[in-house]
């Protein structure tokens, strides 16, 4: 049995890209056919080539992000466990678990480590729990890692409960909390005083996170004792330079509590 982790650029997407493209490839015709505003046409032939360009672009970014193709998820993942500074003895909590590849990734990185998945698991992404729990056991982690329904905003889980706690490319996709930066803290929260965490996502986007010199002086402040943080992660990362351009803005908050 082999783990079926899906693709970041899920197949529904991809097949609404390709029918917008379609789309407007026959308006460009019917345009052509039927009326004689040259104007039109040459907007919708525009058009149709830029959407034919945003389906080949992200169909190869597609290829790339694939745990079967190109891996960078996969390479992705084990960058952001290597900034935890975590003897992987306890629980760790993964927020945002999809179908389940970080949760499985921290799980066999850490062989003594309990390991909770938690997903709103939303219709768009084609993930679930039982695409997790069925990926566990293909990876022979079962025994030790746990998925269940969950919103990052509000954790159903006691304060300082977790020895670890890691997030990938999840914050700011949620759509319960506009403020991303509450999202950090919550995280923390259940987060056990001397845990370790390392949390990744579009740290450089200053209309979601502004000032991450004084969110992370605001966190010292707060009483996490050790915290670091690494700016444009996908420049560290090994990826082309197509993919780097749509994760641009990327960074790792990291340390202990």
């Not at 995280?187 to 845990?195: C, H, I, N, P, Q």
């Amino acid at each position: 049995m082999k783990p079926n982790y899906g693709n970041w650029i899920s197949v529904s997407m991809m097949k609404t890209l390709c029918a917008i493209a379609a789309v407007l490839y026959v308006l460009t015709l019917g345009c052509a056919l039927f009326f004689s505003t040259e104007a039109s046409f040459y907007i919708l032939a525009i058009l149709s080539g830029a959407a034919t360009f945003v389906v080949i672009y992200m169909y190869y970014c597609r290829r790339v992000f694939s745990f079967e193709g190109g891996g960078l998820m996969r390479r992705i993942h084990s960058y952001l466990l290597d900034q935890l500074p975590w003897d992987g003895s306890g629980m760790a909590l993964d927020i945002g678990c999809g179908s389940g590849a970080l949760t499985i990734a921290v799980a066999k990185k850490f062989p003594l480590a309990q390991v909770q998945g938690i997903d709103y698991w939303p219709a768009m992404w084609n993930y679930g729990k039982e695409q997790c729990e069925g990926n566990a056991a293909a990876e022979g982690v079962a025994d030790r890692c746990a998925f269940r329904h969950g919103d990052a905003a509000q954790l159903d889980f006691p304060d300082n409960h977790f020895d670890a706690v890691v997030s990938n490319f999840v914050f700011h996709e949620v759509r319960t909390q506009k403020d991303k930066f509450m999202l950090v803290e919550e995280s923390l929260r259940v987060l056990k005083k001397g845990g370790a965490f390392a949390l990744h996502d579009t740290f450089e986007n200053r209309d979601l996170y502004g000032k991450m010199d004084e969110f992370i002086a605001y966190l010292k402040e707060k009483g996490i004792s050790d915290i670091s943080y690494l700016p444009h992660s996908e420049r560290r990362i090994d990826m082309p330079l197509p993919v780097r351009f749509m994760l641009r803005g990327m960074g790792i908050l990291y340390g202990t509590k």
